[in-house]
């Protein structure tokens, strides 16, 4: 029987993340920012984007990414997860630093190391460093000369979104995908699964091939079935 503690579902990544299947809601001001500065690889000024977990820090770091490699331009990518981090290329337009706020000692001088050669290229234009942490700069528990030059440009605290603009969101990605979620399905899915926006549309997309496979509608008994299949 489920109980009412919120339930977090590895289920894998619902699609590309873009600029267009980003809901801004609070954070109009910081999508616009990063729309503007990924139309082109000459973008030079910082961006550090900060804000707790499932405020959308990674999907817009990730969508910067992809609109650049549209542009043909290549970037380079640095998380707490890469162990082995490649040496900087001068091939690089844009160099991109997630989850700043893990970084062991090695990350963070291949980081520092990524800035500067960004910032003060051997060659060439100067590229753009975009990244992101949970904390401002200034609370970042980082080497000194990393963290100051973290909050060099432009920061952006990102907001989570209101319980409005989740359902709003599930409303319209649901309609997207086809899918109709009643009032009921929504505050189910709201009150028993970890709520921030990227567990509810891994959740989403998962219902929507679980209803495909069984052919049924999104009902809550299809929910409950889903999770005792998993």
């Keep these: 029987m489920l109980g009412m503690k ?22 109009v001001a910081a ?25 959308g820090k990674t999907h817009l770091l990730r969508a910067a990414c992809e609109a650049l490699r549209e542009q043909g331009a290549r970037v380079g990518w640095l998380d707490a997860s890469v162990q082995s981090p490649p040496e900087f290329s001068e091939s690089w337009a844009a160099v991109v630093l997630d989850e700043c706020h893990l970084y062991n000692a090695v990350q ?13 290229p051997a060659e060439g234009q100067p590229r753009w460093v975009l990244a992101a942490g949970d904390l401002p700069p200034a609370d970042l528990m980082l080497r000194e000369d ?27 990605e649901a309609d997207v995908r086809g899918l109709f979620l009643s009032d009921d399905v929504v505050d189910f899915m709201l009150r028993r699964f970890s709520r921030d926006l990227g567990s509810l549309m891994r959740l989403l997309d998962k219902l929507d091939a ?3 496979q069984t052919q049924r509608a999104i009902t ?9 299949t998993q």
């Design 210 to 212: 679980h209803a495909l």
């Design 6 to 27: 919120q339930i977090a579902l590895d289920i894998g990544l619902a699609s590309t993340p873009s600029f267009d299947n980003f809901f801004a809601g609070p954070n």
């Design 108 to 120: 963070q001088q291949v980081a520092f190391n990524w800035f500067i050669n960004s910032i003060y």
């Design 146 to 172: 990393l963290r100051t030059r973290l909050g060099w440009g432009n920061v952006f605290e990102l907001h989570a979104l209101s319980e409005p603009e989740r359902r709003a969101v599930l409303k319209r």
């Design 31 to 55: 999508l616009a920012h990063l729309e503007l500065s990924s139309s082109s690889t000459r973008a030079s000024v910082p961006t550090y984007l900060w804000g707790y977990s499932g405020s």
């Design 220 to 228: 809550i008994p299809l929910i409950k079935d889903m999770l005792e």
